[in-house]
């Protein structure tokens, strides 16, 4: 192998060659890394919209269960009537809820009311997103105001 002079410089073949295959693994690993967290926050980024949303219809459905005087449950659907006199009804079809015959929130896995007395109690779920994992499940109790109360 052939020395260089002393007055020149420079990197031989064999060092140019693995600094590049340690720049392509480095690159590769990274690229990889990169891939992964922006599939990782699309992710998060819907789960983050579907609770928003679940968060927003049990305040909603809150607010109409507060200003209620009366309440019929049946399955998957809840009547709800007001002082003045307009109904509001909350219904599951198929996995959307719909209130006044609007889609307020999909995809829905479960939307159960009970009644107890003037005590209504309310649980709404997510559906799962995967096979296998639960969905997100809150749930709300609200005492109807009676018909003296409101006056």
Same mark, same amino acid.
């Given at each position: 192998?052939? !020395? ?10 064999? @060092? ?24 990782? @926050? ?18 909603? #459905? ?20 007001? !002082? ?8 599951? @079809? ?20 009970? #009644? ?8 709404? @779920? #997510? ?9 997100? !499940? ?14």
């Amino acid at each position: 192998m052939n !020395r260089p002079h002393p007055g020149q410089r420079g990197f031989t073949l064999i @060092e140019l060659m693995t600094s590049i295959a340690i720049v392509a693994v480095l690159g590769t690993s990274l690229f990889g890394l990169a891939r992964r967290a922006s599939a990782d @926050e699309q992710r998060l980024g819907a789960d983050h919209r579907a609770l928003h949303a679940l968060r927003t219809t049990l305040t909603t #459905l809150e607010a109409d269960l507060r200003a209620a005087i009366d309440c019929e449950v049946r399955v998957g659907r809840l009547d709800l009537s007001r !002082r003045d006199g307009d109904p509001i009804v909350w219904q599951l @079809e198929g996995n959307r809820l719909l209130r006044d015959r609007r889609e307020f929130l999909a995809p829905l896995g479960a939307f159960h009311a009970e #009644l107890d007395g003037r005590l209504v109690q309310v649980a709404l @779920e #997510l559906a799962p997103r995967h096979a296998g994992r639960p969905g997100t !499940r809150v749930m709300t109790s609200i005492r109807l105001r009676t018909e003296e109360s409101t006056r």
